[in-house]
C-alpha cells in the first residue's frame, strides 16, 4: 500500500506550523471563475483578508528495489505558493521571510514526524527554492514560489 497520502499528509501538516502561511492545500485547486479561485487563497492575515495560499505537488518518484518485498522510493515535491503583492507595504519582504519560515520548520522536521525515512538527500536537505517571481493568479498580481521538497521512505 503507497504511503504517498500520508506524506502529503505529513507536508501539510508541517506547513500548518507556519505562523501565516495562509490557505494549504494537498493539490493543486481550480475553479472556473476568478470569485471562487480566490476564495480557494484567500486568508485571513493580522486581521485582513489577503491572497495566501499554497498547494503540494508530487513531481517525480524513482524506485529501487532494496530485497525481495522492499523498494526505496524518493518523491520529489512542489510546494508552491501565491501571495498578493502590495508594493506599498514592501510585501515581497514578507514573502521571503514567509519562505525563509518554511524552509526552516521543514529542517526542523527532517522525517516530517516519522512519515519518511528522511527529506536529507545527496543533492539537498530539506526545502530548496526553485523560483519565485510575480505571476498574475486569480486576476490579482501576486508574489509566487515553487519550493522543492525531496522525500525518502521504505515501502
Known amino acids: 500500500m503507497s504511503r504517498i497520502p500520508a506524506i502529503r499528509a505529513a ?6 506550523n507556519v505562523q501565516d502561511v495562509g490557505r494549504t492545500h494537498g493539490f493543486e485547486r481550480y475553479a472556473a471563475d476568478r ?6 487563497y484567500v486568508a485571513t492575515i493580522a486581521g485582513a483578508e489577503q491572497l495566501r495560499g499554497w498547494f503540494v505537488r508530487r513531481r517525480s518518484f524513482t524506485s529501487t528495489r532494496t530485497g525481495a518485498t522492499r523498494r526505496t522510493i524518493t518523491t520529489s515535491w512542489e510546494i508552491v505558493g501565491y501571495m498578493a503583492i502590495a508594493d506599498e507595504a ?5 514573502f521571503d ?18 512519515a519518511v525515512t528522511t527529506t536529507i538527500l545527496d543533492d539537498g536537505a530539506g526545502v530548496t527554492l526553485v523560483d519565485s517571481a510575480p505571476v ?15 522525500t525518502r521512505h521504505t515501502e
Request: hydrophobic letters at 50%; proline letters at 2%; glycine letters at 4%.
Open 11 to 16: 507536508i501539510l501538516a508541517t506547513l500548518a
Open 35 to 40: 470569485t471562487r479561485m480566490r476564495t480557494l
Open 90 to 94: 514592501e510585501t515581497e519582504l514578507d
Open 97 to 114: 521571510a514567509l519562505i525563509d519560515a518554511i524552509a526552516q520548520v521543514f529542517h526542523d522536521n527532517p522525517d516530517l514526524s516519522g
Open 136 to 150: 498574475m493568479f486569480a486576476g490579482v498580481l501576486c508574489h509566487a514560489a515553487t519550493l522543492r521538497l525531496q
